[in-house]
């Protein structure tokens, strides 16, 4: 399976966005799915989680700003970002633990 990310660009603080992560087969058999990112010179962090039956968990860093989805029926999960701040900045990516699959990253960056 195949994760692509996208949705990614710049925005001012205080924006949104939406990341999108679509997969080349079902994510159904997926569990679990994730959203990481890495901001340049720091380690990949844990954004949050979903599972098949849509129950999510954030970091402290994103909670009640971020919301994570997913569509099974269009094998995609969802990144719904708000209140966008400067250390928001990161490169973002989903994967898919059960089959340790990554998608390639897509860049955000929140500046004004």
């Known amino acids: 399976v195949q994760l692509v990310e996208s949705g990614g660009g710049m925005v001012q603080p205080g924006g949104s966005l939406r990341l999108s992560c679509a997969a080349s087969e079902s994510i159904a058999r997926f569990y679990w799915m994730a959203w990481y990112r890495q901001a340049p010179g720091k380690q990949r962090e844990l954004v949050g989680t979903?599972?098949?039956?849509?129950?999510?968990n954030y970091a402290d860093s994103v909670k009640g700003r971020f919301t994570i989805s997913r569509d099974n029926a269009k094998n995609t999960m969802y990144l719904q970002m708000t209140g966008l701040k400067p250390e928001d900045t990161a490169a973002y990516y989903c994967?898919?633990?059960?089959?340790?699959?990554w998608g390639q990253g897509t860049q955000v960056t929140v500046s004004s």
């Open positions: 979903i599972s098949l039956t849509g129950n999510t």
């Open positions: 994967h898919a633990p059960a089959g340790n699959v």
